[in-house]
């Protein structure tokens, strides 16, 4: 089994900055991607960002420019900065990573258990 634990959210001013972190802990044997996907209330849990292990990237149009994602392989550790916060931000943010036990193993997508992130004034 696999475990991510996130942390680093918290209430913020529009226009502040956050930084997650998701660290992925447990019977790993190789991380491919990782990520960050968020759900506001009464809304479908969409992607922020993406990271591969070689560290390409992939953004939602709504946080290009704002939210940066990077990861330490040797840590098994994802972050996501996030600059310029705007009130639609507001969400519960979680991490993911698709990792295997084994080698030879499935890649299993897994998930952490969502830290609060609240943008107003």
Do not use: H
Request: aromatic share 10%; with cysteine; glycine share 12%.
């Amino acid at each position: 089994q696999v475990q991510l634990v996130e942390s680093g959210g918290g209430l913020v001013q529009p226009g502040g900055s956050l930084r997650l972190s998701c660290a992925a802990s447990g019977s790993i044997f190789r991380i491919n991607d990782m990520g960050w996907f968020r759900q506001a209330p009464g809304k479908e849990r969409e992607l922020v960002a993406q990271i591969t292990s070689g560290g390409s990237t992939v953004y939602a149009d709504s946080v290009k420019g704002r939210f940066t994602i990077s990861r330490e392989n040797a840590k098994n550790t994802v972050y996501l900065q996030m600059n310029s916060l705007k009130p639609d931000d507001t969400a519960v943010y979680y991490c993911n990573a698709d990792a295997s036990s084994y080698y030879g193993g499935p890649y299993v997508r897994y998930w952490g258990q969502g830290t609060q992130v609240t943008v107003s004034s």
